[in-house]
């Protein structure tokens, strides 16, 4: 029997796709959005209040965690508006321009089929996501959130949910680890590795790259 679709519970769901510096499209769009439910809400309305899921890959998971991830008020840590600065101010110190010379290079050994490694270090990125997120964890966001990796030691996704975080431990990583590990895009990042662990002692290893390499758009997985 056909199941009663007037009496099911409509899930509202928004996702996020990646890009690196791109991430500033979607964070101008969540902006207008979220300035047009503030007119009808009150200045206190917050994009994460609106959805049941919301789901990131690369750069999108890092837009994902800063809608969802609380404050110290247990509010959302970016208002949306101010993501599009948050890309401005930090992408170049994220990817600097005076790595311009090495990308050249490295391009070009790549096309001579030499191996070399990422473009830049990505020291910047888990500085500064760490000292935005610190310990907050994955089951601790404002609404359910979904971000994939890709774990290059097992050639196989990893996607990050609020759900299993609540229902296992390993998978509940810190926000900061996820979103490193998300964005560690392939011959630009570093992957990323970090343990979880338990309440008897036992971890679980992940090597992170780009979500990217599972799903674009969240939705497809």
Known sequence: ?????????????LTIDGGGIRGIIPSVLLGFLESKLQELDGPKARIANYFDIIGGTSTGGLVTTMLTAPNQDNRPLFAAKDITKFYLDESPKIFPQSSFVSIIMARMLGYLGMKTGPTYDGKYLRSRTNELLGDLTLKQTLTRVIIPTFDVKLLQPVIFSTNDAIL??????????????????PTYLPAHYFETGNAEGNTKIYHLIDGGIAAINPVST
């Open 1 to 13: 029997m056909a199941p009663d679709l007037a009496k099911a519970k409509m899930l509202t769901v």
């Open 168 to 185: 296992n431990d390993f998978k509940n990583a810190r926000l900061a680890d996820i979103c490193i590990g998300t964005t560690a895009a």
